[in-house]
């Protein structure tokens, strides 16, 4: 008796799942990519701001873009940690992720998730646990394409 009615409570249940994705009402693609598209943008043409200052007060292009990098992550970050950015991503979905700034708000926000286990075993360690595979990835990617352009230039 009692496989009856757990088989009778998985069939219930089997329905009102069923039921319910057809009742539930899909994402608003459009609208959703058009918040992505603005504020990514808004992000982009931030960024572009800044580069433009750090250009008009003299650095040489390539130092303003890494100070750009630098004031970006460092925003990011920042809203991140005042709970801010987690607002804007709510609403930007993919277009606050793919930015630089989505790179700091997926590392504090993995260090803010620890913090009460303190700053050394909770937000120190917790940073690396997005950060490193990343990072990892990165100079070996970098590692693979050197050597390929170093094997491509001898022949």
Request: net charge neutral.
């Amino acid at each position: 008796m009692n496989t009856n009615s757990s088989q009778d409570e998985k069939r219930m249940v089997e329905a009102y799942e069923a039921l319910l994705q057809k009742v539930k009402p899909g994402p608003n693609i459009l609208v959703n990519s058009m918040w992505a598209f603005l504020i990514g943008g808004m992000i982009c043409a931030l960024g572009q701001l800044v580069l433009n200052f750090f250009s008009l007060t003299g650095l040489p292009k390539d130092e303003a873009q890494t100070a750009t990098s630098i004031s970006l992550i460092f925003l990011g970050a920042l809203l991140t940690g005042l709970g801010i950015y987690d607002e804007i991503g709510k609403l930007a979905g993919a277009g606050s992720i793919v930015p630089i700034t989505g790179f700091a708000n997926s590392i504090v926000s993995a260090a803010m998730d620890y913090k009460h286990e303190g700053l050394v075993f909770g937000v120190g360690a917790r940073m690396f646990q997005i950060a490193g595979p990343v990072l990892v990835y990165g100079f070996i990617s970098s590692i693979l394409i050197g050597v390929v352009y170093w094997l491509i230039r001898w022949v």
